[in-house]
C-alpha cells in the first residue's frame, strides 16, 4: 500500500490483482499485463491451492491418461500434481503465462516432468498427447479464438486421447460448454458431485 499526503493508494502491481481489474486485463490485456496479474495473484497465495486426493479430477484424468502423456495449459502452480506420483505418466509438460506459477509448479519438475512461461493460445504443440488439460483455465482464452484453438489441439491427441476442460460454474460459462457441445464428440459432459463445477471430456 502506498501512502500519498496522509491518502493510501494500492501499489499498481496490487491493483491488478484487484477482483475487477484482474478480471478485465486478464481477458482483454496484453501478454505483459495478463502476466503480471497472473504473478501477483500467486504471490499473495490467493491461487497457491493444494491437490485434494478426495477431489473427482485425479481419477478422471488417470482414466483416460493410462499412464501415458499430458499436457497441462494453463497450470498454475500444477497442484493437481500433489496427489500423483511421477511414474503415473510418461511425460508432463506444462504451460502457464505466469512465471510465478512456474517457479511454484517446479516443485514437482523431474526428467519427465516439465514447464514453461508462454502463452497457451499461441504454443505449437512439439508432440501428440493423450490427455489435454484446462483446469480452471479455459476462460483465459479470447472468445473469438476458442473454437479454432481447440480444434488445433485436438489434432495433437493421440489414439484414443482426450482433452479435458473443467469449469467453476456451468450457468456463468455456458457459452463455452454450447461450443464444446457443438464441435466435438463429447466423452463425459456432467457438474462434479455435490459441485456447481463443470466437467467437459471430449475428443
Not at 488445433?152 to 456451468?170: E, F, P, Y
Amino acid at each position: 500500500m502506498i501512502t500519498l499526503e496522509g491518502r493510501k493508494y494500492m501499489s499498481p502491481k496490487k491493483l491488478l490483482a484487484a477482483k475487477g481489474i484482474h478480471y478485465l486485463v486478464t481477458r482483454f490485456g496484453s501478454a505483459r499485463l495478463r502476466s503480471a496479474s497472473f504473478d501477483e495473484k500467486y504471490r499473495r497465495g490467493d491461487w497457491n491451492f493444494k491437490g485434494d486426493a478426495g477431489d473427482e479430477l485425479p481419477s478422471i484424468i488417470r482414466k483416460y491418461l493410462r499412464g501415458g502423456a499430458i499436457l497441462i495449459l494453463g497450470c498454475g502452480a500444477a497442484s493437481i500434481l500433489d496427489v500423483f506420483e511421477p511414474t503415473e505418466f510418461s511425460s508432463v509438460l506444462g504451460l502457464d503465462l505466469s512465471t510465478e506459477a512456474v517457479r511454484l509448479a517446479n516443485r514437482f519438475a523431474r526428467a519427465n516432468i516439465v514447464f514453461e512461461v508462454g502463452d497457451m493460445v499461441r504454443f505449437q504443440c512439439p508432440r501428440n498427447y493423450d490427455v489435454i488439460l484446462f483446469s480452471e483455465s479455459f476462460y483465459y482464452v479470447p472468445t473469438s479464438e476458442q473454437k479454432k484453438f481447440l480444434k488445433r489441439l485436438a489434432g495433437n491427441l493421440k489414439l484414443g486421447g482426450v482433452i479435458v476442460v473443467t469449469l467453476a460454474q456451468s450457468k456463468r460459462y455456458h457459452t463455452i460448454i454450447d461450443l464444446i457441445r457443438g464441435c466435438f464428440q463429447i466423452v463425459e459432459d456432467r457438474k462434479f458431485v455435490g459441485s456447481e463445477r463443470h466437467l467437459l471430456v471430449f475428443r
